[in-house]
């Protein structure tokens, strides 16, 4: 199987898999989705087989919920796995494959022990969104008991086959696009700064940052087939980046402010990179990188370039004026973290010792000073 994006992938894609001899599909994706899905008619690949659809998760999916979808999987027998939608149902498809055939006993009260053994049926991810990439990265992002972030990574998660056809943005309501466009954006943005960035995922990381640059605002409001085209590739290109570098610090905190103050995922990570174009500048700061400190000032400099702007100082302000623009909510006091508690609690959510891909050491009283100097 192979990745299909641009105009048209979608009938590609079902070219290419009615070839294959698929009868039975579960298809991951939620009610709403499903009829925008099939809004302008059913489509026969689905109508012709026996298909059942697996709408049980949660915008933010709780590990319940997947061993749910393990269930209907173990019930059904699919022979092709199908996600429509954005990162939640892609993610969640991963999920469930990996349990269902996973290469040892799993405890349902230790996810983190899963240990995918790549067996099962092919997984073809279709976006729905442009914003996750998470049709074509190896990473999947769960929640235990609705609070405690998890996830996985492995190279049999990778779905086989991604399907990016902006043609299924084109309902999308504003404050999604942007929030899914930032996150995309973010994404390139932290594959170009993360310790574990290389030339290949900074060749995507740069072509997601001018797509995102370039679209983001009229995709909002005034979206065209060339604006969501372009976000439907800058999504698709970060996931393709995160994939070789995996995400920093920015990802990491974000995941508070959703479980938190029900932020959704890409407006939560979309607050916290403004700190970071200031923080990764600092030569206070050990740096974490293999670049060394001279090789990360150089990588910032090309990544402040990369903006449009001068300075770090320049890229905070402008990112904010992004997310203004946009129509979100672009400081962290707007979004209920107001008090210098609530700012604690809101950085202790992250072991800072595990932040190693981030290019620099923050120490955790550092990174409160500065959010509560900088709200």
């Known amino acids: 199987m192979q990745d299909h994006v641009g105009f048209g992938a979608l009938a590609e894609a079902f070219q290419?898999?009615?070839?294959?001899?698929?009868?039975?599909?579960?298809?991951?994706?939620?009610?709403?989705?499903?009829?925008?899905?099939?809004?302008?008619?059913?489509?026969?690949?689905?109508?012709?087989?026996?298909?059942?659809?697996?709408?049980?998760?949660?915008?933010?999916?709780?590990?319940?919920?997947?061993?749910?979808?393990?269930e209907v999987m173990k019930e059904f027998t699919p022979d092709l796995l199908?996600?429509?939608g954005g990162g939640s149902p892609i993610d969640v498809a991963k999920m469930m494959k990996a349990i269902r055939f996973t290469k040892e006993p799993y405890?349902?009260?230790?996810?983190?022990?899963?240990?995918?053994?790549?067996?099962?049926?092919?997984?073809?991810?279709?976006?729905t969104t442009s914003g996750s990439g998470a049709e074509a990265t190896q990473f999947a992002v769960?929640?235990?008991?609705?609070?405690?972030?998890?996830?996985?990574?492995?190279?049999t998660a990778r779905p086989k086959m991604a399907v990016v056809d902006p043609e299924m943005t084109y309902n999308l309501p504003p404050a999604i696009t942007a929030s899914s466009g930032l996150d995309a954006l973010a994404q390139g943005v932290e594959a170009f700064w993360a310790s574990n960035t290389t030339p290949?995922?900074?060749?995507?990381?740069?072509?997601?940052?001018?797509?995102?640059?370039?679209?983001?605002?009229?995709?909002?409001?005034?979206?065209?087939?060339?604006?969501?085209?372009?976000?439907?590739?800058?999504?698709?290109?970060?996931?393709?980046?995160?994939?070789?570098?995996r995400t920093t610090m920015s990802h990491a905190l974000g995941y508070?402010?959703?479980?938190?103050?029900?932020?959704?995922?890409?407006?939560?990570v979309a607050l916290t990179i403004p700190y970071f174009f200031r923080l990764n500048l600092d030569p206070t700061l050990t740096?974490?990188?293999?670049?060394?400190?001279?090789?990360?000032?150089?990588?910032?400099?090309?990544?402040?370039?990369?903006?449009?702007?001068?300075?770090?100082?320049?890229?905070f302000v402008f990112w904010?004026?992004?997310?203004?623009?946009?129509?979100?909510?672009p400081t962290l006091r707007e979004v209920g973290v107001d008090t210098e508690d609530k700012v604690r609690a809101f950085v202790s959510s992250v072991d800072m010792a595990k932040t190693k891909n981030h290019p620099v050491a923050i120490p955790a009283d550092t990174l409160v000073q500065f959010i509560l100097a900088n709200p």
């Open 142 to 155: 769960f929640y235990v008991n609705h609070t405690k972030k998890q996830s996985l990574a492995h190279p």
């Open 82 to 84: 199908v996600a429509i």
């Open 320 to 329: 904010r004026n992004l997310m203004t623009a946009c129509g979100l909510a």
């Open 200 to 245: 290949e995922a900074q060749e995507f990381a740069t072509a997601t940052i001018k797509y995102a640059l370039d679209n983001l605002y009229n995709a909002v409001h005034s979206p065209a087939p060339d604006n969501r085209y372009h976000m439907a590739q800058a999504a698709y290109l970060s996931g393709k980046a995160i994939n070789i570098t």
């Open 107 to 127: 405890d349902p009260d230790q996810p983190e022990l899963v240990k995918p053994s790549g067996e099962g049926p092919p997984l073809v991810a279709i976006a």
């Open 287 to 315: 740096v974490n990188s293999p670049l060394g400190p001279e090789g990360q000032l150089r990588n910032m400099e090309r990544l402040v370039g990369l903006m449009g702007q001068k300075t770090g100082d320049d890229c």
């Open 16 to 70: 290419e898999l009615e070839n294959k001899g698929f009868k039975r599909i579960l298809v991951v994706v939620s009610e709403a989705v499903w009829r925008r899905f099939n809004a302008a008619g059913e489509y026969p690949f689905f109508t012709n087989r026996s298909t059942r659809l697996f709408p049980g998760f949660s915008p933010n999916p709780d590990f319940s919920e997947i061993l749910a979808g393990v």
């Open 256 to 268: 508070h402010l959703t479980t938190t103050y029900g932020i959704p995922h890409g407006h939560a």
